[in-house]
Nanobody, 121 residues
Framework: QVQLVESGGGLVQPGGSLRLSCVAS????????MAWYRRAPGKQRELVAG???????DYADSVKGQFTMTRDNAKNILYLQMNGLKPEDTADYYC???????????????WGQGTPVTVSS
């Protein structure tokens, strides 16, 4: 099993920055695609950004140029650097990963518990 634990959320003023972290722990053969999703109050969950194991990234149009995702494969940590935060970025942010528990197993999706981000003056 794999556990994902997010941290780094909090209250920030508009224009401020936060860096979210997601630490993956447990027993896995390979952690493949990782991604950040968010769910704003009263809205559906949306994809924020995704990254392959090789470092290829893709971002939602709403955060391109504002957020930067990186990962440390050696430490199994996923980061999301969020700059120029806006009130509309307020949401619970979730980390997810596709994990292969063995060489031949079908990748399984794991999710963290989420970390709240509030952008307000």
């Amino acid at each position: 099993q794999v556990q994902l634990v997010e941290s780094g959320g909090g209250l920030v003023q508009p224009g401020g920055s936060l860096r979210l972290s997601c630490v993956a722990s447990g027993s896995a053969f390979s952690i493949n695609i990782m991604a950040w999703y968010r769910r704003a109050p009263g809205k559906q969950r949306e994809l924020v950004a995704g990254i392959t194991r090789g470092g290829t990234t893709d971002y939602a149009d709403s955060v391109k140029g504002q957020f930067t995702m990186t990962r440390d494969n050696a430490k199994n940590i996923l980061y999301l650097q969020m700059n120029g935060l806006k009130p509309e970025d307020t949401a619970d942010y979730y980390c997810t990963a596709k994990v292969s528990l063995s060489r031949w197993s079908v990748p399984t999706d794991y999710w963290g518990q989420g970390t709240p981000v509030t952008v307000s003056s």
